[in-house]
C-alpha cells in the first residue's frame, strides 16, 4: 500500500467532469512528476487533493496513510501531512508574514504553541537559504510580490512545515533561470526518505532541476501513461500528439 | 463649484434648543473674544438650513436619528476633578478626562513645565493667547464650506481644549482627551483647537465612552492648523455604549512640507456621522486619512471625507475599511477635489468595505472633483465577504477555519489600525474586532 493512494478518482466542478478515473501511487522518499496538456485536470488534480471546496468528488478514492482524506477539511488534510505548493499563491495584505507563519506552525504544534526562539531561528535559516530579504517577514503575505518571491514563500512554508507528500502544482510557471534554480535548491534540500513528491508541470524544465524517478502523463482525466526518467526524454522529443498515437495504436 | 453646500436661508435654521437663549447662557460670563466667536458661528449655524432626508448628503442617514431636540447641554462643572490614573495612561505624556464630575489635566511627563507645549481649556486660552486662538479658533475650515454641525459646536461647546505646539516640540508619547458622558439626555459639545508651529511633532487621541443603555450625544468640532513642515495625528475613537449618539467634524488645514494623519474610528454607539476634512494649500503638504468603521446590532455609521487640494504639488492619501454585519449599516462618501491649476496633485481614496452577512448592508460613494490638469487622482471602492480563496490558502496550510476567519478580518483592518501611533488603542480596536467578529 502506497502512502498516497488515488484511487479511481473522479472530480468535477459544477456540471464539468474534469477527473474521470484518476490512479495513482506515490510514497514517500519517491519523486514523481505528472504532466499533461492544458486542460487535462493537472491543476484540478492538486485542488482536489487539497479539498478545494469548489471541487467535488463524485468517484473514487484518496487515502493517505491508509485512511481516506475526502471528508477532511483543507486545514485537517494539511495537518496529516499534505502540502500543496500553489501555482497562483493569493496575497493576504495586512496579514504579515511571521505571524502567518506562526499560525500555521503553531497548528502543528502538539502543544498548540510552537516556542517563539527555535521558530524564528528556524525561519530566519530557511530564509537565508532560500536567498530571501528577511525585511519579508514583516511583509503583508505575497503582497506586491514578484512570481519569484512568492515561490520562494511558498518553498519557505514547505521547508517550515516538513510535510510527508509535497505536490508542486507548476512551481516552474512564470519563473526564471535563477529564481527556478533557487527553488530546485529548496525542494532538492526537503528531498529524502520522509517526504514523497508529486511535481506536476507542462514543461520539461523544472524536472531537469528536480529529477523525478517516475513520470505519469494526465489526459483527459485520466494517467494514460506511466514510466521512468526515460519516459520524460520521450515526450521532450516527441511531443504529446506521440502519447495520443501511442494510446490510438493500443486500442 | 461648492462640494457640500445647501443655499443659504433668511430666516434662521434651528435645531432642538439650540436657539439665542442658549447661546445667550454659554456666552455669559465669558471672555470677549470667546463670546465673539460663539456669535460668528452662531450666526452662520442658523444661516445654513436644517438637514433634512432629500439633501444628498443625509439621504443614507436621516438627521432625525440624532433626535436633537429631546437633548439638554451636560454639565461640567469649572471646578476640576481629581485625575484618576487608567494603567493605559502610561502611553501619554499629558492626559485629560472631561466627564459630569469636571475636568482634570495631568502632564505625566512634565511636558507643559518650560511653555514650549500648552494644553489648558479654551477659557484659560482666551486670557493667556488672545491673539493667537483669535486667528485659529473657527479657521481650520475649508474656504467655501458650511457645515452646520461644526458652526453648531462653536456656537454651543460645553468643553474645549487649546493645544499649542512651539516650534520644534517632538512629543513622544502623545496628548489624550478622554471624555466619557454618564448623564442619559445631555449633550457633550467638545471642541478642540490645535496649532502646530513649524517643524513639530506630536499626536493626539481622542477617546469617547459612555455606559450601555444611557442615552446621550455628541457633537464634536476640531480643528488643526499645521505650518511648515509640522507632523500631527489626530486619532478619534468613537467607542460610545450602545445608545450614544455622535456627530464629529474634523477639519485640517496643512501647509508647506507640513504632514497631517486624521484617523477616525467607529466602533461604538447607535448612530454615528464622522466628517473629516482636510486642505492641503502649500505644495509638498500631505494628509493621510485612515478610518475604520464596524457596524453590528442595529449600529449605523455614517463617514464622509473631504480631501481638498488648493494648492499645486499637494498630496493625501485616504483608507477607510468598514465592516457590517447584523443588521448594521455604513456608509461612505468622500470627495477628492483639486482646484484649477493645481498641478502636479496626487491623491487617492479607497474604501474597502467587509459585507459579512445579508442582513448588513454598506454604501459606498467616492468622488472626484478635478478642475486642474497634470495630475493623479484615483478612487475606489470595494465591498465582499471573507474572500474564499485567502481563507482557503491559509486552511490548506493547517489554519482551522475560525482563526483563518479571524486572521483575515484583522488584517483587513490592520492595514489602518496598524498606522495608529498609540498601541494601547491598536489593542483595544483589535478587542473589539474580535468581540463584534464573534470569535
Known amino acids: 500500500m502506497a502512502y498516497l493512494e488515488i484511487k479511481n478518482l473522479h472530480a468535477r466542478t459544477g456540471d464539468i467532469k474534469i477527473l474521470k478515473g484518476v490512479n495513482l501511487e506515490i510514497n514517500k522518499g519517491e519523486v514523481h512528476a505528472l504532466m499533461g496538456p492544458n486542460g487535462s485536470g493537472k491543476s484540478t488534480l492538486s485542488s482536489v487533493i487539497m479539498g478545494h471546496p469548489d471541487y467535488e468528488v463524485t468517484e473514487g478514492d484518496i487515502l493517505l496513510n491508509g485512511e481516506s482524506i475526502l471528508e477532511m477539511d483543507p486545514d485537517e488534510r494539511a495537518l496529516a501531512g499534505l502540502f500543496l505548493c500553489f501555482q497562483y499563491p493569493v496575497a493576504i495584505p495586512g496579514v504579515s508574514i511571521s505571524n ?41 503575505l505575497n503582497e506586491g510580490f514578484s512570481g519569484g518571491e512568492k515561490k520562494r514563500m511558498e518553498i519557505l512554508q514547505m521547508m517550515m512545515f516538513k510535510p510527508s507528500i509535497a505536490i508542486m502544482d507548476e512551481t516552474d510557471s512564470g519563473l526564471d533561470i535563477d529564481a527556478l534554480q533557487v527553488v530546485a535548491k529548496g525542494v532538492n534540500k526537503m528531498r529524502g526518505p520522509e517526504l514523497g513528491l508529486l511535481v506536476i508541470t507542462h514543461y520539461e524544465r523544472i524536472l531537469t532541476y528536480i529529477a523525478p524517478q517516475f513520470l505519469h502523463i494526465l489526459m483527459e482525466g485520466k494517467v494514460v501513461m506511466s514510466g521512468g526518467p526515460e519516459l520524460v526524454k520521450k515526450l521532450e522529443e516527441n511531443g504529446y500528439d506521440w502519447v495520443r498515437d501511442q494510446l490510438a495504436a493500443t486500442v | 463649484m461648492p462640494t457640500l453646500n445647501l443655499p443659504l436661508t433668511d430666516t434662521p435654521s434651528l435645531l432642538g434648543g439650540f436657539d439665542e437663549t442658549l447661546l445667550e447662557s454659554a456666552r455669559k460670563g465669558e471672555h470677549a473674544l470667546l463670546q465673539a466667536k460663539r456669535t ?20 443614507r442617514m436621516d438627521p432625525d436619528l440624532f433626535k436633537i431636540a429631546t437633548f439638554s447641554p451636560l454639565e461640567i462643572p469649572e471646578t476640576a ?13 499629558v492626559v485629560i478626562s472631561v466627564s459630569s464630575e469636571g475636568i482634570a489635566i495631568e502632564d505625566c511627563n512634565g511636558v507643559l513645565t518650560d511653555g514650549s507645549l500648552v494644553v489648558m481649556p479654551l477659557d484659560q486660552a482666551a486670557r493667556e493667547h488672545t491673539t493667537l486662538l483669535e486667528q485659529s479658533l473657527g479657521a481650520a475650515m475649508v474656504p467655501g464650506e458650511q457645515r452646520k454641525f461644526l458652526d453648531l459646536n462653536g456656537a454651543f461647546w460645553n468643553v474645549g481644549f487649546f493645544i499649542y505646539a512651539k516650534k520644534g516640540v517632538d512629543l513622544k508619547g502623545g496628548i489624550l482627551i478622554r471624555y466619557h458622558n454618564d448623564q442619559a439626555g445631555t449633550v457633550l459639545l ?62 485640517a488645514r496643512v501647509k508647506r512640507d507640513a504632514k497631517v494623519n486624521l484617523f477616525s474610528m467607529t466602533v ?24 475604520m468603521f464596524f457596524a453590528d446590532r ?101 489554519i482551522p477555519e475560525g482563526e483563518a476567519r479571524r486572521m483575515l478580518v484583522m488584517g483587513f483592518f490592520d492595514e489602518v489600525i496598524e498606522r495608529i501611533p498609540f498601541e494601547n488603542m491598536q489593542d483595544h480596536l483589535h478587542a473589539v474586532i474580535e468581540r463584534k467578529f464573534g470569535v
Open chain 2, 40 to 59: 460668528a458661528a452662531y450666526d452662520s449655524y442658523a444661516q445654513i438650513p436644517n438637514p433634512d432626508r432629500f439633501h444628498e448628503e443625509y439621504r
Open chain 2, 190 to 251: 467638545p471642541r478642540l483647537v490645535v496649532v502646530a508651529e513649524s517643524l513639530t511633532r506630536f499626536a493626539i487621541a481622542e477617546q469617547f465612552t459612555s455606559p450601555d443603555d444611557v442615552k446621550t450625544l455628541c457633537i464634536s468640532g476640531r480643528e488643526l492648523l499645521l505650518d511648515a513642515a509640522a507632523d500631527v495625528k489626530l486619532v478619534s475613537l468613537q467607542d460610545w455604549g450602545n445608545e450614544g449618539l455622535h456627530i464629529g467634524e474634523d477639519w
Open chain 2, 298 to 398: 442595529d449600529q449605523h455609521f455614517d463617514q464622509k471625507t473631504l480631501q481638498y487640494h488648493s494648492s499645486a504639488d499637494t498630496y493625501s492619501n485616504m483608507l477607510y475599511k468598514g465592516a457590517v454585519k447584523d443588521n448594521g449599516y455604513s456608509v461612505y462618501q468622500g470627495i477628492i477635489r483639486a482646484l484649477k491649476n493645481c498641478v502636479g496633485v496626487d491623491s487617492y481614496q479607497t474604501n474597502n468595505n467587509l459585507v459579512l452577512d445579508s442582513t448588513a448592508r454598506a454604501d459606498s460613494l467616492p468622488g472626484l472633483i478635478i478642475d486642474a490638469d497634470e495630475l493623479a487622482c484615483s478612487h475606489g471602492a470595494t465591498f465582499g465577504n471573507i474572500d474564499q480563496e485567502q481563507l482557503y490558502y491559509l486552511r490548506s496550510r493547517g
Open chain 2, 81 to 93: 476633578a481629581a485625575y484618576q490614573a487608567v494603567p493605559e495612561d502610561s502611553n501619554y505624556d
Open chain 2, 268 to 291: 461604538g454607539g447607535k448612530v454615528s456621522k464622522m466628517t473629516v476634512g482636510c486642505d492641503v494649500c502649500e505644495p509638498n503638504a500631505n494628509a493621510y486619512l485612515g478610518g
Open chain 1, 100 to 140: 502567518f507563519m506562526k499560525k500555521a506552525v503553531d497548528a502543528r504544534h502538539p502543544e498548540g504553541k510552537a516556542p517563539a526562539g527555535p521558530f524564528l531561528k528556524e525561519m530566519r535559516e530557511n530564509m537565508d537559504y532560500l536567498d530571501m530579504d528577511k525585511a519579508f517577514a514583516n511583509r503583508g
